[in-house]
C-alpha cells in the first residue's frame, strides 16, 4: 500500500503471469516518478483483487517495468478507499 499513490499500478512481469491474460491497452498516460522521470500507464484495467477477506473489482495501471526500473505492485489510495481499508501503522493492520 502506498498512501500517497493516487492510483494502483501493477508491473507488466506480473501482469503477464495472471490467468486469464490482461489484454494491455494502449497507454494512455505520462506520469512523473521520484526523481523527475516519465513513465507511459497503459489502462485502466478492471482486476478482481482479494484482500482482507473483501473481494473488489478495481481500476490498476500497467507500467512496462522493463523499461520503467520499477518492480513493485503498488496499492494507492484509491485501492484503500475503495476498499475501506485503514492502516493501523502501530500495530502493523490493515
Excluded: W
Aim: hydrophobic share 40%; aromatic share 6%.
Amino acid at each position: 500500500m502506498d498512501t500517497g499513490g493516487q492510483v494502483s499500478v501493477l508491473p507488466l512481469s506480473l501482469c503477464q503471469k495472471l490467468k486469464p491474460p490482461v489484454n494491455l491497452p494502449v497507454p494512455t498516460r505520462e506520469v512523473a516518478t521520484y526523481g523527475n522521470n516519465t513513465v507511459k500507464f497503459h489502462g485502466p484495467v478492471p482486476l478482481h483483487v482479494q484482500l482482507c477477506g473483501l473481494t473488489i473489482l478495481h481500476p490498476f495501471y500497467i507500467v512496462d517495468d522493463s523499461k520503467a526500473g520499477l518492480a513493485p505492485a503498488i496499492g494507492g489510495y484509491d485501492l484503500m478507499k475503495s476498499g475501506r481499508m485503514v492502516l493501523d501503522i502501530d500495530n502493523q493492520l490493515l
